[in-house]
């Protein structure tokens, strides 16, 4: 599919320029951004690989296990922004997820359990909004679009809206409507590309940041 393709190349630039800014400054500067990219890709890349052996095969596990390292990685990316009690809110958020996950899901299971797809939705929800919370009550002379957290924030946010609205009826549509499950993925692959888009953005922010 041309748009995945596309996405996944949108998906090289901000992991180049992470690695670029990491060299040349340093990677803590980013909040670490760099490894989630990293991984990402070789997700992304790795589920294109084996689909293009085998449409067929099953990847729910890879992206079970995917979701489980957002969980954890985006807990310690706020961790760095947050202040005080909203710090504590969202280390909360981050053990009941990861506690529902590992009691209440399949995440072994080669099948994805769009449990934890919903649950990575309200993950990126409730930390998106906590810093827009912060950014808003906490104020700063900065314009709001200087910030970096302002661009992942935002794009967790977006991407957080329409895959709660594709994965809760995917099995549904997938045996009554794959047509419109189609569709579907081509919307999201639309929206990991503004979402990737929005994180080259935030690099770019980090960069003046850094250069200051």
């Known amino acids: 599919m041309l748009i995945g393709i596309i996405y ?3 998906l090289f630039f901000p992991l180049i320029k992470s ?3 990491g060299r040349k400054y340093f990677f803590s500067a980013q909040n670490y ?3 989630y990219l990293l991984v990402t890709f070789a997700n992304e890349c790795v589920a294109f690989i084996r689909n293009q052996i085998d449409s067929n095969v099953k990847v729910g596990l890879q992206y079970n296990l995917y979701f489980i390292f957002c969980v954890v990685f985006f807990y310690f990316f706020y961790s760095f922004v947050f202040k005080n009690v909203l710090q504590k809110i ?3 958020s981050a053990i009941l ?3 529902y996950i590992f009691l209440f899901t399949n995440f072994s299971n080669i099948d994805f359990d769009k449990r934890i797809g919903i649950l990575i939705t309200l993950f990126y929800i409730i930390n998106s909004m906590l810093w827009f919370y912060q950014k808003i009550s906490f104020f700063d002379e900065n314009k709001m679009t200087d910030d ?3 661009w992942i924030s935002t794009g967790l946010l977006m991407w957080s809206c329409f895959f709660i609205f594709r994965v809760t009826p995917m099995f549904f549509f997938a045996k009554n409507d794959n047509e419109f499950l ?3 993925k081509i919307g999201q692959n639309i929206i990991n590309i503004v979402m990737y888009i929005m994180f080259y953005i935030s690099l770019i922010k980090y960069e003046k940041q850094m250069k200051l």
């Open 33 to 35: 951004i760099f490894i």
């Open 8 to 10: 996944k190349i949108v």
């Open 97 to 99: 997820s990861l506690g």
């Open 19 to 21: 690695f670029y800014l």
């Open 182 to 184: 189609e569709f579907l």
């Open 90 to 92: 969202s280390l909360l």
């Open 148 to 150: 970096p957290v302002f």
